[in-house]
């Protein structure tokens, strides 16, 4: 590797590629990894455990740097998830980390049928109006999640890239 020619290219073009950095049999197995668990109940999921680890994230937000509409692979949010996620730790306890799988596990365990087949109007769970939303937007749009709310990605169907930008508030 030569590390002059790696470190022009990075200077020249703001990017600079390490061929190969790891093994192609290590990406395989990663990639496996992850489509696995993607493909886990259409790939559900908190970013950080609800509470506990240390980890405080306080909003989460994405940011549209190109046009993101339906079926563009807009994030897809079980809106009202977040309300059942806070009933959950209640009835939990403490001691409860509410970690990404268990808080899935038993918010979508709540709901009467599969998360993916829920009538466009929704379905009332405990109180809580649950309804699956695709989050879209324009360039220069930006979305706050609220940290304890269910999302997964979703597939682009469309023939433009999505372009997204996201990050958090931590205190």
Do not use: C
Not at 48 to 58: N, S, T
Not at 121 to 135: D, I, K, N, T
């Amino acid at each position: 590797m030569d590390l002059d020619a790696l470190r022009a290219h990075y200077d020249e073009h703001g990017y600079a590629r390490l061929r190969p950095a790891f093994p192609a049999a290590d990406a395989a197995d990663m990639a496996r990894a992850v489509w696995a668990a993607l493909a886990h109940e259409h790939g559900w999921h908190l970013d950080f455990p609800a509470r506990g680890a240390g980890i405080g994230l306080l909003l989460k937000w994405l940011g549209y740097l190109a046009p993101v509409g339906p079926a563009g692979g807009g994030t897809v949010v079980p809106a009202g998830s977040h309300r059942l996620v806070a009933a959950f730790l209640r009835q939990a306890g403490a001691a409860e980390p509410g970690r990404s799988a268990t808080v899935r596990d038993a918010v979508l365990g709540l709901l009467p049928q599969d998360v993916r087949r829920l009538p466009a109007r929704g379905v009332v769970v405990s109180g809580v109006l649950v309804q699956v939303a695709e989050l879209t937007g324009e360039p220069g749009d930006v979305v706050f999640l609220h940290p304890h709310l269910l999302h997964a990605p979703a597939a682009n169907r469309s023939r433009a890239p999505r372009f997204m930008v996201t990050g958090g508030l931590f205190g």
